[in-house]
């Protein structure tokens, strides 16, 4: 047997220790103090009929396909900062529900209002809790809210999501990257021109305990849950239910998951948004349908995590403000002008419903189509000359939070994904994403070229077309105060 020299005995010596060092570094020092990560999930299906909420013509619900949920996702550095991250499957939530809420979080856990992002995943699929201002149908729609029981559970499960998730919370880690998703959201103001998604990009949080185990995923997206049309009278929170129970099949029942909008104005599953107004047959609108569209999403989260490195030690801020977005100082046509199309188009829609040879033709849902938006301009067109004192701005409520490298910006409606896009491009943190739909006054923000053509989302929307880019430099001036 050869003898083994001291110099090459030493020589492994020397490599095991070198291996030994590196990976004592890579890992996060045991008794080094590390942030705290907590996880929430309640129940906010409503146990009666309701009246659904996401389109002009809603609908009693008739039972449960899948259940709502409040997810939150509570982060302390170690510094003591916290933030809440609440995601609650509901069409919208007005400002004063995220009063209530921020409320009962602030008296039990002491967490500041302001620290706390209420951003609902706006299913069309839910129960009708309250309009926002620029609500096609407000009236109607005020008139059938869920009871004050519902409305009050709704605020109490919500808040103690986030409750349940301060008081979980243990020494954990976090990591946040992109990826990209196609052929989930489409571009429905785009679809004659391939109605490619501009920002087909997917924010994957992974949260760890400190050991290294996986505790929840969380990802931001934007796109409508509003697969289904108005005809379901199920409550559910549409795709990304299945994109939801798609990654714990393959993750486990006991790793939390949720879905976090992003700027989802313009894109959903695919289809016109005016005959989804008026409820043509389309019939790919149904559970198979969201279901396929969903689980798109399921791999691309997945193939991300084991490539997302999560840290124990990174830093955790916020800011928060109000800004003054200008609203309309004119409306495309004049009240007299509206009235008149108004009746031109129903004049032409029972002309074309005369006609037995248009039944199930495009041009009758073209006819159809028309009529819905005449009366669409019409009742803005009410609206806009019929306020005496009408405000040349509205305050809205938004918020930043950077989490380590990664910083989120908020928007309390519907923003169209061009100017989300925008958003992050002009950023100075490279991985910047949206969260929209936060509580406030909803409605519909398009980007300033989509003025010119008007249709459904800018014919009631209340904004102008110089609103852009109060919205860009608004939210570039939050992410700034986080990124210093």
Request: glycine fraction near 8%.
């Amino acid at each position: 047997m050869p003898a083994v020299s001291f110099a090459s005995s030493a020589s492994v010596l020397l490599l095991i220790l070198t291996f030994a060092v590196f990976l004592s570094c890579a890992a996060e020092p045991p008794n080094k103090a590390m942030l705290k990560v907590g996880l929430g999930e309640k129940v906010i299906t409503p146990d009666e009929p309701v009246r659904m909420r996401g389109f002009a013509r809603s609908q009693v619900s008739t039972g449960v396909h899948d259940d709502l949920f409040a997810r939150s996702l509570v982060i302390e550095d170690i510094g003591g900062s916290t933030v809440v991250l609440m995601t609650v499957a509901m069409c919208g939530l007005t400002e004063d529900y995220a009063e209530k809420i921020r409320a009962i979080i602030e008296e039990k856990t002491a967490i500041p209002p302001e620290n706390v992002i209420i951003s609902c995943t706006h299913t069309h699929a839910g129960p009708n809790v309250g309009s926002s201002h620029d609500t096609f149908n407000k009236e109607e729609v005020d008139r059938t809210m869920a009871s004050l029981e519902y409305r009050a559970y709704l605020i109490e499960q919500s808040a103690a999501s986030a409750v349940e998730a301060w008081e979980n919370r243990v020494p954990g880690k976090i990591g946040i990257e992109a990826t990209e998703v196609f052929n989930l959201g489409m571009n429905r103001r785009r679809l004659l021109y391939g109605g490619l998604h501009p920002d087909p990009e997917v924010a994957v949080i992974k949260i760890e305990d400190a050991a290294g185990k996986l505790l929840g995923v969380a990802f931001n997206y934007g796109c409508h849950p509003s697969g289904l049309d108005w005809r379901n009278t199920l409550i559910s929170e549409d795709w990304p239910y299945y994109t939801i129970r798609g990654i714990k099949e393959k993750l486990g029942e006991d790793v939390w998951v949720a879905y976090y909008q992003s700027a989802e104005g313009d894109i959903n599953l695919g289809y016109n948004s005016e005959l989804s107004a008026i409820g043509a047959d389309m019939p790919i609108r149904n559970y198979e349908y969201i279901e396929k569209k969903g689980r798109l999403l399921i791999n691309p989260v997945l193939d991300a995590l084991p490539s997302i490195a999560s840290s124990g030690t990174i830093t955790v801020s916020t800011s928060q403000d109000r800004f003054d977005y200008p609203l309309r100082k004119t409306y495309p046509v004049t009240l007299a002008e509206a009235e008149a199309l108004e009746k031109a188009a129903k004049d032409a829609l029972a002309k074309a419903k005369a006609d037995p040879a248009l039944k199930g033709t495009r041009i009758l849902d073209d006819a159809i189509v028309e009529d819905f938006q005449s009366v669409q301009r019409l009742r803005f067109a009410q609206r806009f000359y019929g306020d005496e004192q009408r405000p040349a701005t509205r305050s809205l409520e938004q918020q930043a939070v950077r989490i380590g490298d990664s910083v989120f910006v908020t928007y309390p409606g519907e923003l169209f994904s061009e100017i989300g896009l925008a958003i992050k491009n002009g950023s100075p943190v490279e991985k910047t994403f949206i969260i929209g739909l936060t509580s406030g006054p909803g409605g519909y923000l398009p980007s300033a070229r989509e003025f010119v053509e008007g249709d459904y989302e800018v014919n009631g929307s209340a904004y102008s077309a110089e609103t852009e880019a109060v919205c860009v430099q608004s939210s570039l001036s939050l992410i700034g105060r986080v990124s210093d």
